[in-house]
């Protein structure tokens, strides 16, 4: 599967790069979804919950202690990285949760966006991947990984010519 299309993010800053038949989700609860293809039975659509908090103290994201920034390797599942995209700092965490009686392996895997309002407040948005089995990310990963690494901010709109 190729990213053939860019969604943005509902009215965040934030784009992601897709594939084709792949959509998202207005209501009580934002989703981005599409299918992969080795996506859960019966049609192997996945699901990404995007969100929004804020306005949210600076003092709280100044108090958030810097992850070691390390790269994940092809056979790392774990990933504890901050960046920067233009004014948003990007914080991005992913570790497996081990199997639990009837349960799989799952994946918890968290983008965080934070952008600044003012010098006192920052705005919280976030990517969660929602049910992803450790076994589904080790198949679909180079597809899942090359979503989450086409984060990008939003062009602003064109003002219009009055």
Do not use: C
């Not at 984060?151 to 064109?158: G, S």
């Amino acid at each position: 599967m190729t990213l053939e299309r860019t969604i943005r993010l509902a009215d965040y800053p934030l784009t992601l790069r897709v594939p084709e038949r792949w959509d998202i989700r207005y209501g009580a609860v934002n989703i981005l979804q599409g299918p992969t293809p080795h996506g859960p039975r019966p049609d192997g659509v996945i699901h990404l919950i995007i969100s929004r908090r804020g306005p949210i103290p600076k003092l709280v994201m100044d108090a958030l202690k810097p992850p070691t920034t390390r790269p994940a390797t092809k056979d790392s599942f774990a990933r504890d990285e901050m960046r920067t995209l233009g004014k948003l700092r990007i914080y991005e965490m992913r570790s497996v949760q081990p199997a639990t009686g009837q349960q799989p392996a799952m994946m918890k895997w968290t983008i965080s966006a934070y952008e600044p309002i003012d010098a006192d407040n920052v705005r919280l948005y976030q990517i969660n991947f929602l049910l992803l089995t450790r076994e589904h990310f080790e198949k679909d990963r180079e597809l899942l990984e090359s979503i989450v690494s086409s984060l990008a901010l939003a062009e602003e709109p064109a003002e219009s010519i009055k």
